[in-house]
C-alpha cells in the first residue's frame, strides 16, 4: 500500500523558514516524480512545485520560486520542501504526491503569522 | 502560464442526478489532464488521468472526456458520498495548473 506521510508543518513567523518532509513507502520511491501542492484555509488547490525521480530536475509556480526549494533522498525514501521567506499567504494545508496526484499524503499545516 | 478555467464554480444537483463539469485550457495540452475529488477536510483523490482514463478502484460512474483545450468530468447516478469539491489539473507543462474548483452541493 503506497502511503505519504508529511511532517514539519506548524507556526512560524513572517519572513521565517521552515522544512517540511515526506516519507514514502509501497512504491519504489526514486523511480517516480513528486510534487507538492498546497491548499490556503477555504481556498482550492495550487501546484507549487515538482521534482524528477533523480532529483536533477525541478519547477516551481512563479508564487514560491527563489524562496522555496524542493529536494529528495531517494536512499531514504524522501521528499523534502525548504521553505525561506514565509509570508502571510503561505499559510495552508501542504500536501505532497506522487506524480501528478496518483497518491497523495494527508498533508500538514503551515501557519505563518506574527 | 496555461491558465484552467473550470466551470460551473458551484453546482446543485439531487441524488441520482448526472451531472458535468467543464475545464478550459487557455492553450492546448493534448489530453495531459487529470480530474480530482476533494471532501471537506481531506486529501485529493485522483479520479481520471489523460483526459478519460480511470485509475484501477474509481467507479465507472466517474468519465472523463475532451482534448485539446475543452474537458469534461462527467458523474452518473449521484450519491451522498460524491457531493465534494472536484479540480482538475493540467500536467502539459510547467507550472502545473489546477482549475478553480466546483463544490458539487445536496440540492
Known amino acids: 500500500e503506497v502511503q505519504l506521510v508529511e511532517s514539519g508543518g506548524g507556526l512560524v513567523q513572517p519572513g521565517g523558514s521552515l522544512t517540511l518532509s515526506c516519507a514514502a513507502s509501497?512504491?519504489?520511491?526514486?523511480?517516480?516524480?513528486m510534487s507538492w501542492v498546497r491548499q490556503a484555509p477555504g481556498k482550492g488547490l495550487e501546484w507549487i512545485s515538482h521534482?524528477?525521480?533523480?532529483?536533477?530536475?525541478?519547477y516551481y509556480a512563479d508564487a514560491v520560486k527563489g524562496r522555496f526549494t524542493i529536494s529528495r533522498d531517494n536512499a531514504k525514501d524522501s521528499l523534502f520542501l525548504l521553505m525561506n521567506s514565509l509570508r502571510d499567504d503561505d499559510t495552508a494545508v501542504y500536501y505532497c504526491?506522487?506524480?501528478?496526484?496518483?497518491?497523495w499524503g494527508q498533508g500538514t499545516l503551515v501557519t505563518v503569522s506574527s | 502560464d496555461i491558465q484552467m478555467t473550470q466551470s460551473p464554480s458551484s453546482l446543485s444537483a439531487s441524488v441520482g442526478d448526472r451531472v458535468t463539469i467543464t475545464c478550459r485550457a487557455s492553450q492546448g495540452i493534448r489530453n495531459d489532464l487529470g480530474w480530482y475529488q476533494q471532501r471537506p477536510g481531506k486529501a485529493p483523490r485522483r479520479l481520471i488521468y489523460d483526459a478519460s482514463r480511470l485509475p484501477g478502484g474509481v467507479s465507472s460512474k466517474f468519465s472523463g472526456g475532451g482534448s485539446g483545450t475543452e474537458f469534461t468530468l462527467t458523474i452518473n447516478s449521484l450519491q451522498p458520498e460524491d457531493f465534494a469539491t472536484y479540480y482538475c489539473?493540467?500536467?502539459?507543462?510547467?507550472?502545473?495548473?489546477f482549475g478553480q474548483g466546483t463544490k458539487l452541493e445536496i440540492k
Open positions: 489539473l493540467q500536467y502539459h507543462d510547467f507550472p502545473h495548473t
Open positions: 509501497g512504491f519504489t520511491f526514486g523511480i517516480y516524480n
Open positions: 521534482i524528477s525521480g533523480s532529483g536533477f530536475a525541478t
Open positions: 504526491a506522487r506524480r501528478t496526484g496518483v497518491d
